[in-house]
């Protein structure tokens, strides 16, 4: 029981740190693409004029009457043709592959073409630039695969632009950075500090949560259950074995990773 307890904690830890839709850490820098959501979808032509309309980390409005879970699709020249399925949500983001600030998302499993030998997927990448957001192309790569390219400044590393959340972190002076002449890129990334993200969020509430917790438990057990000294900390007899518990949790989980060594674990359930 305890070791399922305790292995439960440590999942649920590393779920909520994993769970951060459409972020991305490459390079030493923090991006957060769901600011290029369009609630409206954006949209491009391609050379055949057909148009693709799509969002970013969401479905798009305009997809989601042929599936609810589309972010792309695809129109031909005429509005009477339907529209095409090429891709669903999805809100995992690679870094650009030729190393440029931004990021890649691949929208997959989209209606099938060729007699049902291909699936329409959908790749975006979305450059830092300057400016506003800029939708740049949209080609056909190959058939029934298609790459949307951007600018945007809402694809730069965060931090970096704006931080919604006004920190209280002293920002410096941003007079001295005067990084001009060479290649664009090492303008930004000196600032790491800035809006807070949701890491931070998460780090936040678990200590505000953990304060008063053993605020409230030191105030019941002193008053109410008589306790004194080290016996007031709440769940005084939990917390003594809970190292022990994390080791168990963690040896547990590396068995079951390594598949091995998870024996002596087993036998303690
Ligand atoms: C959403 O996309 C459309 C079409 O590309 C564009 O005209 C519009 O400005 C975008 N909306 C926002 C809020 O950026």
């Known amino acids: ?32 693409f769901s600011k290029l959501a369009n609630s409206t979808s954006w949209s491009v032509q391609d050379a055949s004029k057909a148009t693709y309309f799509f969002n970013i980390c969401q479905t798009a409005s305009k997809c989601t009457t042929i599936n609810p879970q589309c972010s792309s699709c695809q129109q031909g020249p005429t509005d009477t043709q339907p529209k095409a399925d090429c891709g669903h949500t999805n809100a995992i983001v690679k870094a650009l592959s030729n190393g440029v600030a931004g990021g890649v998302i691949t929208y997959t499993g989209g209606s099938t073409c060729k007699s049902g030998t291909i699936v ?112 007031m900390f709440p769940n005084h007899s939990f917390w003594v074995e809970f190292p022990g518990l994390m080791k168990d949790g963690v040896l547990f989980i590396k068995g079951k990773v390594t598949g091995s060594g998870g024996q002596s674990s087993y036998q303690q359930v």
């Open 1 to 32: 029981m305890k070791l399922v307890f305790s292995t439960l904690l440590i999942l649920a830890a590393i779920a909520i740190v994993s769970a951060q839709n459409c972020k991305l850490s490459a390079g030493g820098k923090n991006y957060d």
């Open 120 to 231: 329409r997927s959908t790749e975006i990448q979305m450059m830092c630039t300057n400016g506003a957001t800029q939708i740049l192309s949209a080609t056909e790569v190959s058939t029934c695969t298609y790459t949307i390219k951007l600018n945007s400044n809402l694809a730069c590393a965060t931090g970096s632009s704006t931080g919604s959340t006004t920190g209280k972190s002293t920002t410096s002076g941003s007079g001295t950075t005067s990084g001009s002449g060479t290649d664009g890129s090492s303008a930004e990334p000196s600032k790491k500090k800035g809006g807070i993200g949701g890491g931070w969020i998460f780090v936040i509430i678990l200590l505000v949560s953990a304060t008063v917790y053993i605020a409230v438990g030191i105030i019941i057990n002193f008053k109410v259950r008589g306790l004194r000294g080290a016996e």
